[in-house]
């Protein structure tokens, strides 16, 4: 399965996201594979054998979202000067979505740009993080505060990685598939509620369907400034999780779970969301082995982290709810900051 990426709001950009085995890829180029320690363990051998070019390198980084850094990419960047690499050459990303972002930057920065492609190794990156161009790292303020709009020029999202996949990693990228089906398809959403995600008919139609949403979202708002921001759903509340944490308690995923939790709370505060969806929404996160519970320490601290999301515009924070049922979905930037806290107060106070 083919779907389309067609990018019209800038410079005409277009690419395809390939559903399948992964093919066998020829490139009249430098080529260098960025991955990590335990991804090359499992799968670089089944990379390299379907690679043809004049010259394929290895770059590998460590492995955590504490590695997602400024000085990572610069490690990235100063392997390719060895190699001599120049503006024609390629990167391939082979990981997840650390590895995806960082990969993604570091084409964007060299010699003012060149191409890379994506080959996502997890749920999350397959159905979420490797389609449309999102690329960045970490920093002490919080995530993905650096980075740069910068598409790839291919994504191949070959299932066959997932077997190798923990269940924690899997789990993960479940809760991306979830924030997928309750912003945009209540459909979606039920299917999610009556079907074994592990079986691999499962899969398939889990990553077919978030890819397809989620393209059609890119393809009408590359760079978020509009209808893109609504999958952001669970993520401002999510980044903050993250960051106080240190980005090494909880997976992405598991904090966008805790932050769809914490983002519906909020929800029913203001009569956009009934106590029986958040409670099915809760409830389709829990069965997947996702965390929903929270203790916030702090509750001023971590309001005042918000301002430094990507989303604060001005001195208001935007925040991404359901839009009155499961399928549907509005952006906010007008609550009373006091409505918010009482939200959160609720993690406060434990749950």
């Not at 650390?98 to 080959?119: E, K, N």
């Not at 106590?275 to 519970?293: C, F, M, Q, S, Y």
Request: glycine share 8%; net charge negative; no cysteine.
């Amino acid at each position: 399965m083919v779907v389309p990426i067609a990018l019209t709001s800038s410079a005409p950009v277009t690419y395809d996201i390939t559903i399948d085995t992964l093919p066998g890829l020829t490139f009249d180029r430098k080529v260098a594979i960025v991955t990590n320690p335990t991804v090359s363990a499992l799968h670089l051998n089944y990379v390299l054998e379907r690679i043809e070019a004049p010259q394929v390198e290895v770059i590998e980084v460590p492995d955590g979202e504490e590695y997602k850094s400024l000085e990572t990419v610069v490690s990235i960047l100063n392997r390719l000067f060895e190699a001599q690499f120049d503006r024609k050459s390629l990167l391939i990303a082979l990981g997840g979505g650390v590895i995806g972002d960082m990969t993604g930057f570091a084409a964007s920065l060299y010699q003012r740009g060149i191409g890379f492609v994506q080959i996502p190794t997890t749920l999350l990156s397959q159905v979420d993080a490797s389609v449309g161009g999102k690329t960045g790292v970490n920093n002490a303020w919080g995530k993905n505060l650096i980075g740069a709009f910068y598409q790839p020029e291919a994504v191949y999202i070959d299932p066959h990685f997932l077997d190798t996949l923990p269940d924690r990693e899997f789990a993960a990228g479940v809760a991306e598939v979830v924030k997928m089906a309750v912003m945009f398809d209540g459909d979606f959403f039920r299917f999610l509620q009556t079907h074994d995600l592990h079986t691999s008919e499962a899969i398939t139609e889990m990553i077919r369907r978030s890819v397809t949403l989620k393209a059609n979202v890119v393809n009408q708002d590359e760079k978020e400034a509009g209808i893109r921001a609504v999958l952001n759903y669970g993520h401002t509340f999510g980044h903050v999780i993250e960051n106080e944490t240190g980005y090494t308690t909880y997976l992405h995923g598991e904090a966008v779970a805790i932050g769809m939790v914490m983002a519906n709370e909020l929800a029913q505060r203001l009569e956009l969301l009934s106590v029986k969806e958040a409670a099915a929404i809760r409830d389709l996160l829990e069965i997947n082995g996702l965390p929903t519970t929270y203790r916030i320490a702090d509750v001023e601290a971590f309001y005042e982290h918000f301002f430094l999301d990507k989303k604060s515009n001005r001195g208001a924070i935007t925040f991404v709810l359901p839009g009155g049922r499961i399928g549907t979905h509005v952006m906010r930037n007008d609550l009373d900051p006091r409505i918010v806290k009482e939200a959160l107060g609720v993690f406060g106070a434990g749950l």
